[in-house]
């Protein structure tokens, strides 16, 4: 746009023209192009003509005005044509980083008050920013500064979650983060005394206008945004969903680190950064295709440990607490097959036992193979890098120890024992016949159902099916021995299979494939393929519970069945294949989920 000086040094044919300018209607609504003009003012008259105005770069906005219909002083730096002529009436639009923000025809009425969406005002500082249609400034969060504030923030509500005293547990506020429409992220707080009156109105997801807050300074201890700081809810705070937004605004934004920055800023306490990669062992269980996992134990000891690695890195243990915990089984069994990757959003990096190790935090967030676009790339990675991720340094993942039967019992037996896994090779003496070799598990979440009145129900309270379909799992009792002790092992879900090579499901089905006259609650007898495995030698990976520490049984579980060493000409590993065909039916995948949700 042309300057004030610039106008008055313009040819002689322009002169009447400026004193016509000087008489015409002014609007109402602070029109400023630059930190020099003067806002135009309202004469109460009809405005007359204008002319073309050329795109301004301003704070990295483009103001661009095109045929407006208001004519105005020389203190407003217009251009006009040089034959004075008015052109025909069309709009102003104001463009970020290249896309239309905001975009509003411009009429005055004989009052002088502007009537459309927005215009441009220019703050004390001289930078131009939206306005809405009661003169509200709309300012982006690159803009927040300490102090209060009674601009307008628009913004969609990522994730929140509840701030307390470590110690006494009390409630100090909601904490939020929130992004913009060009990306960039904040954190909100709303203190204690005023979240009943905000937190009813908000959901993950929404897109808010908020008006009047004030700007706090950002906490230097596990910042979860770049921003210096907060957006704070003050007494004065509007809060309202933004309907109908032409702008689109992000869904969400990652800040990944890899190993060697987790370990540049160990026990550090400063900012928590997010993690990506894919499972190796989920409390101590190797990844199997469809691995069930002991949630009832989760819960009660309100964390799991997965080990995790992203590409061809390190391996470290992640530790959810808490929330994270209950998110991470609840999506782990939202998925059919057992899912590879992991996304733990704000992890605090910690050195534990001599190690590098990352735990959740209250703000922290759990997605796996699909949900979100960094998981959906790593899972493509994974499908091509089958090889590059196999490649698992030995001495950071925890190997279950190879005992024998006796090393293991007087394990159990001393005092200083604790749930572990462990290693060890025993030949199938026989398999329990009196008891039922396998159980009914829910669809949905795998835990065991019961039946009800009229149909099976979920023993999983957290578990949302109304309908449950049992599916059948292994829970098969088999006694074994090594040259030094006999054992009691119970074979639970995948392990059975790997010992079968059959599922328990398909099994139940064929035994009442052959005897259509039996009725559904009958007893279905252990089957041939179990009987067979007796005599076979085979190495297991078992688990000292609780329970047999307690006392309570001395049946030791199966975890998982370990195969016969592969000859050196196998072509293809089986867990190799499983991940190519989860990147492969990555596009069916998520096309269902979608549907369902």
Request: glycine share 8%; net charge neutral.
């Amino acid at each position: 746009m042309e300057s004030k000086s610039h106008l008055s040094a313009s040819s002689n044919r322009t002169s009447d023209l400026q004193t016509d300018v000087s008489s015409a209607i002014k609007p109402k609504s602070n029109f400023q192009i630059d930190g020099s003009s003067t806002p135009m003012e309202s004469k109460g008259q009809a405005p007359t003509s204008i002319d073309r105005m050329s795109a301004t770069e301003m704070d990295g906005y483009s103001v661009i005005e095109r045929n407006s219909t208001t004519q105005t002083d020389g203190e407003s730096p217009i251009r006009m044509k040089p034959n004075g002529k008015s052109p025909a009436p069309s709009t102003i639009a104001l463009k970020y980083t290249g896309k239309i923000v905001t975009s509003s025809a411009m009429q005055m009425k004989t009052g002088g008050k502007a009537v459309g969406s927005s215009v441009i005002a220019t703050k004390p500082h001289g930078k131009a920013a939206v306005v809405s249609g009661n003169d509200v400034e709309v300012m982006g969060f690159d803009e927040v500064t300490l102090g209060p504030h009674e601009a307008e923030l628009r913004f969609r509500l990522i994730h929140f979650w509840e701030a307390r005293n470590p110690h006494m547990k009390t409630l100090i506020g909601e904490e939020m983060l929130l992004i913009d429409e060009q990306g960039n992220v904040i954190k909100g707080f709303i203190p204690a005394s005023r979240v009943q009156t905000y937190l009813r109105k908000m959901t993950s997801g929404t897109v808010y206008r908020l008006n009047k807050f004030f700007g706090s300074r950002n906490k230097a201890q596990y910042r979860v945004a770049d921003h210096n700081v907060t957006v704070t809810f003050s007494w004065n705070t509007a809060l309202s969903a933004l309907q109908n937004s032409p702008v689109l605004f992000p869904e969400d934004r990652f800040r990944f680190h890899d190993h060697e920055e987790f370990e540049a800023n160990c026990d550090l306490g400063g900012d928590l950064y997010d993690y990506v990669g894919h499972m190796r062992l989920i409390n101590g269980q190797a990844m199997t295709e469809h691995l069930i996992i002991d949630e009832s134990d989760i819960a009660e000891k309100r964390h799991l440990v997965v080990h995790v690695q992203t590409h061809g890195g390190p391996v470290m243990k992640l530790y959810l607490w808490d929330q994270a915990a209950a998110a991470f089984c609840q999506k782990f069994r939202s998925y059919g097959s057992t899912p590879r990757v992991l996304l733990v959003a704000t992890v605090n990096p910690k050195r534990i036992g001599g190690t590098l190790a990352l735990t959740s935090m209250t703000s922290s967030r759990v997605f796996m193979d699909i949900d979100v676009q960094p998981t959906r790339d790593y899972l493509n990675w994974l499908g091509s890098n089958s090889g590059v991720a196999d490649e698992v340094i030995a001495d950071v993942v925890t190997k279950p120890e190879t005992v024998t039967l006796g090393e293991l019992f007087s394990y159990i037996k001393q005092e200083t024992a604790k749930v572990a896994w462990f290693e060890c090779t025993a030949t199938i003496d026989d398999v329990f016949h009196g008891y039922p070799w396998y159980y009914l598990s829910c669809g949905g979440c795998n835990t065991k159902a019961t039946k009800g009145p009229t149909s099976l129900v979920c023993t999983n309270e957290k578990c949302a099916n109304s309908e449950v379909v049992g599916v059948p799992q292994y829970l098969t009792k088999i006694s074994v021995y090594d040259k030094s002790e006999q054992a009691v092992f119970v074979l639970l879900g995948d392990a059975g299979r790997e010992l079968t090579g059959k599922h328990a499901s398909e099994l139940v089905a064929r035994y009442f494939e052959f005897n259509e006259d039996v009725g559904a609650d009958q007893t279905v007898q252990v089957p041939q393929t179990l009987i067979d495995t007796i005599g076979q030698t085979h190495k297991f990976v078992v688990k000292v519970s609780k329970h047999n520490l307690t006392g309570k049984t001395q049946t030791i579980t199966v975890t998982k069945v370990l195969p016969e060493p592969a000859p050196q000409n196998a072509i293809e590993d089986p867990a190799d294949e499983r991940i190519r065909k989860a990147s492969g039916s990555l596009e069916s995948q998520e096309a269902k989920r979608a549907k369902s949700g």
